[in-house]
């Protein structure tokens, strides 16, 4: 089964730190995403990327960046965390750039800034 | 754009009674649909998929069709259990908007005892 790990499951971090947030996933996909989920707003993709160094915004990439540099490897970082930031943030992969595969998620990084 | 909307929760079962949930879909072309399920404190899995107009998706005695005709791809369980409790998200993949997936906002269910 493919495997997808978020290296925490719980954060707790300061206003202004800059956070890393890293998932890896052990099947070789090509295409890597970052949700955050929130009560009442669902799921909202903030970057996705198919391929390795390739990255592209989602519907809310502001206060967000991220970094592909291996194929397994897909990295979120918080510039400067903000208690709006506040969150539970899920990682995903699938395979190839075809729509019929479903995601694979881990299993999400509920991250507090205070 | 693309859009999926699911019936509103929360939905409350007892135990062995028949779950349906409601999921219908915008898109362009000839999309992929999907079930997710969350469990408390967990990401999501993929429960079921269809890739096609009258597929029908299975998984662990959940079922769902796939109606190009109505645009609908709706949940359904004959007998549910206290372990599926958790929250359900419809999805779409198309073919426009390279393989990225659309979800609705997710249905909670409650089944007790």
């Known amino acids: 089964d493919v495997k997808v790990t978020q290296s925490s499951r719980y954060l707790v971090k300061r206003t202004g730190e800059k956070v890393f947030l890293e998932c890896v996933q052990d099947?070789?996909?090509?295409?890597m995403f970052w949700y955050r989920q929130d009560p009442g707003l669902g799921l909202r993709l903030i970057y996705f990327?198919?391929?390795?160094?390739?990255?592209e915004k989602g519907d809310i990439p502001e206060g967000y960046s991220v970094s592909r540099e291996k194929k397994e490897r897909f990295s979120l970082i918080l510039e400067s965390a903000s208690t709006n930031q506040t969150s539970m943030y899920l990682c995903?992969?699938?395979f190839g750039t075809g729509f019929s595969y479903g995601y694979t998620f881990g299993s999400g990084t509920r991250l507090t800034v205070v | 754009g693309d859009s999926v909307t699911q019936m509103e929760g929360p939905v409350t079962l007892s135990e062995e009674a028949f779950l349906t949930i409601n999921c219908t879909y915008t898109?362009?072309?000839?999309?992929?649909l999907f079930w997710y399920v969350q469990y408390p404190g967990e990401g999501l899995q993929l429960l079921l998929k269809?890739?096609?107009?009258?597929d029908k998706g299975s998984n662990k005695g959940f079922e769902a069709t796939y109606r190009k005709e109505t645009t609908s791809f709706h949940l359904e369980k004959g007998s549910v259990q206290v372990s599926d409790s958790a929250v359900y998200f419809c999805?779409?993949?198309?073919?426009?908007?390279?393989?990225?997936?659309?979800f609705g906002d997710g249905t909670t269910l409650t089944v007790k005892p």
């Open positions: 898109a362009t072309g000839y999309p992929s």
């Open positions: 990327s198919y391929d390795v160094k390739m990255k």
């Open positions: 269809a890739t096609k107009a009258d």
């Open positions: 099947m070789d996909h090509e295409n």
């Open positions: 995903a992969s699938s």
């Open positions: 999805a779409l993949s198309g073919n426009t908007n390279a393989g990225k997936s659309t």
